[in-house]
């Protein structure tokens, strides 16, 4: 079968798409598949790119409007000698990919793992936080301008010949306030990558917190740097925040303000091999997201039994497995949890408890259950 992949972000870049689809790619390479992946970048290529078993066509970001018409073009050049079109976009790239597959006549399926119009258009606003499920249930959704996108979003999500969810948690949501239908929507949850960290080997726990990811106000770090700042712990603890993002200097502003330079260090860095290496002697991994729906970081801390402190608003499924979570709006809650992990009697029962979970969902049963699924709504 011959398929393009559409996504937003591909490697080096950060987030769950831009690894998720190289490895899925690569995947459906292996089982003799024809694969081409097109995705926005801000390099036209990179020295690693002829390393992909696969064709990689990346178009190079140069405004919102010019990025949605060189996408199109590009579908209607790329996905004519396809069977089918798998986006894990819906409306940077999906907007243009929908308008061009229904032109030229292929069916295309969607991977939803987040909300472009909560976290990009709302969050990032003046307006202030709100968990996903209140900006729907609120009916916030309507508003704030945010009416047209909405439109737009479940004309392309109406679009598709299926909709993949990555929680069933969402997968409701959208299907009470999207209009979709059960039939044509699914749920294949992320893997956790238990063999490809194989050859990460915690040792001793440390006195660190750590917080990797984007600098974003979905991600919520400010949050935890207040409650760092606020918790009654020893100054042997530290704070390790990793990533990058649009609110890295916000972040770093507030530090200093804080008066707690001396006990938060801040690393850029995206690649993930040297993230994963840097933090597995941390001694929890803390989550505060506003909402953080399939968060690939919590499997990946369970794969090396880094302990992990988790936003009350996830939609992982094994979140009723989860010994503590957080409150993302309650900066007391989140420094009463880090002082909870400073004692270590309590932080030894916490660490056995998160370490006991099981989840048996690895990228053999992803690659299978895509791979049904490409054929079943090929052959339709």
């Not at 306030?177 to 440390?206: M, Q, W």
Request: aromatic content about 12%; charged content about 25%.
């Amino acid at each position: 079968m011959r398929i393009l992949i559409a996504t937003g972000i591909f490697e080096p870049e950060g987030g769950g798409p831009a690894t998720y689809a190289p490895k899925l790619a690569a995947l459906l390479v292996e089982k003799g598949w024809e694969v081409k992946v097109l995705t926005y970048s801000d390099k036209e290529r990179y020295d690693n790119d002829t390393a992909y078993p696969f064709k990689l066509i990346r178009i190079v970001r140069s405004g919102k409007v010019f990025n949605r018409i060189k996408f199109f073009f590009a579908v209607l050049n790329y996905a004519r000698g396809c069977d089918l079109i798998y986006s894990f976009d819906w409306f940077a790239a999906g907007l243009p990919l929908a308008i061009a597959a229904k032109l030229i006549g292929k069916k295309y399926i969607l991977r939803i793992g987040g909300d472009y119009a909560w976290e990009q258009k709302y969050l990032e606003s003046s307006h202030p936080p709100i968990p996903l499920s209140d900006f729907y249930e609120r009916g916030v959704y309507l508003r704030h301008g945010s009416r047209t996108l909405f439109r737009l979003i479940r004309w392309v999500l109406k679009g598709a010949a299926h909709v993949v969810f990555n929680s069933d948690i969402q997968r409701d949501l959208y299907i009470r306030f999207f209009g979709l239908t059960s039939d044509a929507t699914s749920v294949i949850y992320n893997p956790i990558p238990r063999l490809e960290l194989k050859d990460i080997v915690r040792t001793k726990a440390n006195h660190e917190f750590v917080f990797w990811g984007r600098f974003n106000k979905m991600k919520n770090v400010d949050s935890l740097v207040r409650a760092f700042a606020k918790a009654n712990i020893s100054d042997s603890y530290t704070l390790v925040l990793i990533g990058n993002g649009p609110r890295w200097n916000i972040i770093e502003n507030l530090v200093a303000e804080l008066g707690i330079g001396s006990r938060v260090t801040m690393i850029r860095e995206t690649h993930f091999p040297k993230i994963i290496e840097r933090v597995k002697n941390c001694r929890a991994f803390i989550q505060p997201s506003w909402t953080d729906i399939s968060p690939n970081q919590v499997y990946e801390a369970l794969a090396i039994g880094l302990p992990t402190l988790v936003t009350k608003q996830t939609y992982l499924p094994i979140r009723d497995k989860l010994p503590s979570m957080i409150d993302p709006n309650s900066v007391d809650d989140i420094a009463a949890k880090l002082e909870m992990l400073a004692d270590n009697a309590r932080y030894e029962e916490f660490s056995r408890q998160f370490n006991s979970i099981t989840f048996d969902h690895d990228w053999d049963a992803v690659l299978a259950e895509h791979i049904s699924l490409f054929q079943k709504i090929a052959r339709v």
